[in-house]
């Protein structure tokens, strides 16, 4: 049978930078993303935008309520569609969307794990962030570290364990987030591990890591920013450096032909800054390949065989 998706929109930059990727969901509509993915023989349903404050903080002290807000909505949107046997697909804006996805899929999919493709950990806390934006949290969130009302969001603390989490791609990481990620005990594969490695064996170690750690389905996040800006530059925080569109289609390839896909976010795309198409086509590219790239078993019968 045909794999159910559920688009859900965030149109939001309130967890990070206001260069326009709340912009983000409409392009990726209008370029086609349903239409690429029902040609991939994806069954599709767009379940539309989260509701969005129209505001935004206007000092440097992040609003965490209003990010709860909107992750909270995330989450509804979510849970409902892995309630109704779909897999979510977050369509970002910012990566604070991905506290919501992941809260909703560590609440209904058993032995989760996360691969978190970016250019950033994004683990940092209040205390460890030079910036204090909530998208630079938003991984440590999930294992457990930050603010209580959006640790908890799931209801539990933390959503998912450090050991079920692999980062893939890092190639900026703050000194604190360093000293967290060391102490928390999360699995980095970084940018230099990919170049000196290959994307295929990483994504082998990753995966075959995961799996030692009992991991039966994955939340996989990806920030477009993961690529290299030069090429692709429709990002919001540019690091210099990175991979191809062509190495990320294989990440997201091998991810899924390793283990089922739970859910996924598709955040950060900043269509202002995207000069020549390159990003969004990018973006629409590692979509369809991770959704439609089907492991060994759906994440149904996973969740079934799990339970037995």
């Not at 450090?162 to 699995?187: H, K, M």
């Not at 295929?200 to 890591?209: G, K, L, N, Q, W």
């Not at 690529?227 to 540019?238: A, C, F, M, N």
């Amino acid at each position: 049978m045909p794999t159910n998706i559920a688009i859900i929109g965030v149109p939001s930059t309130i967890g990070g930078l206001a260069l326009g990727s709340e912009r983000a969901p409409g392009v990726l509509r209008q370029a086609g993303l349903a239409d690429r993915l029902r040609a991939a023989k994806l069954d599709v349903t767009d379940l539309g935008n989260v509701p969005v404050p129209a505001h935004r903080r206007t000092s440097g002290t992040p609003q965490y309520a209003t990010t709860e807000s909107v992750a909270r909505w995330v989450y509804k949107y979510a849970w409902r569609a892995l309630e109704e046997e779909m897999t979510p697909l977050v369509i970002g804006g910012d990566h604070s969307a991905a506290i919501g996805s992941i809260a909703a899929a560590a609440q209904s999919v058993p032995s989760l794990g996360i691969v978190w493709i970016d250019a950033h950990p994004d683990f940092n806390t209040p205390a460890s962030s030079p910036t204090g934006n909530i998208h630079g949290m938003v991984l440590a969130i999930a294992a457990g570290w930050g603010p209580t009302s959006l640790v908890r969001m799931a209801g539990f603390a933390p959503m998912i364990h450090p050991e079920r989490i692999v980062v893939v791609g890092a190639r900026s990481i703050d000194a604190g987030e360093t000293n967290n990620l060391r102490e928390a005990g999360v699995r980095v594969f970084d940018g230099e591990y990919v170049e000196r490695k290959g994307m295929r064996e990483t994504i082998a170690e990753a995966m075959a890591y995961l799996e030692a750690n009992q991991v039966k389905a994955v939340h996989v996040s990806v920030d477009i920013d993961v690529l290299d800006p030069e090429r692709y530059p429709g990002v919001s925080t540019p690091v210099r450096g990175g991979i191809t569109a062509e190495e990320l289609l294989l990440a997201a390839a091998a991810v899924a032909q390793s283990m089922p896909v739970a859910s996924m976010d598709l955040v950060e795309f900043t269509p202002p800054e995207d000069r020549n198409g390159a990003t969004l086509e990018a973006a629409l590219g590692v979509c369809t390949t991770l959704l439609s790239t089907k492991a060994a078993q759906p994440i149904a019968a996973s969740m079934a065989a799990n339970a037995s």
